[in-house]
């Protein structure tokens, strides 16, 4: 088992790492757009957190010996439900070429009011064949 840490102050503070790679799959945390810091990135603009959020799980990814075409589930936590479109948009255009299993949940705000999305996901450590029908 290997566990991935990206050092950020929510992981400590909680007691979790960032993602768990067990029996060939990928396990990432629930992850927000916030920077090294713990500073919410692209506040109020539910795009731009979530192509943020995208961009740093594709490096955990990367680490874990995955890749974005190796994700088989994601799961979007989302404030508002009426800007599902722009949080779909940005999730289309990671996986156009892939559609991974997806699951968009209304929650209440995060522990920090200007997090408007959170993201997680399961991936395979082998590349996933794409089967349509």
């Known amino acids: 088992m290997q566990r991935i840490s990206t050092n950020s102050l929510w992981e400590e503070r909680s ?7 067990a029996g060939g799959l990928v396990f990432i945390s629930a992850t927000a757009a916030t920077d090294s810091s713990g500073a919410v990135v692209g506040k109020g603009d539910v795009y731009t957190q979530t192509r943020m959020i995208l961009d740093k799980l ?5 680490e874990a010996n995955s890749a974005l075409d190796r994700v088989v589930q994601t799961r979007v ?4 439900i009426s800007l599902w479109e722009e949080v779909g948009r940005a999730h289309g255009e990671t996986f156009a ?3 991974p299993a997806l699951s968009m949940v209304h929650v209440k705000p995060f ?4 997090m ?7 991936a ?3 590349l996933v064949a794409s089967v349509s029908g």
């Open 77 to 80: 936590y989302i404030t508002d």
């Open 111 to 114: 522990v920090d009011s200007d």
């Open 97 to 99: 070429g892939h559609r």
């Open 58 to 62: 594709a490096a955990v990814l990367i």
């Open 116 to 122: 408007l999305v959170e993201i997680e996901m399961v």
């Open 15 to 21: 007691g979790y790492s960032r993602a768990v790679v």
């Open 124 to 126: 395979s450590t082998e």
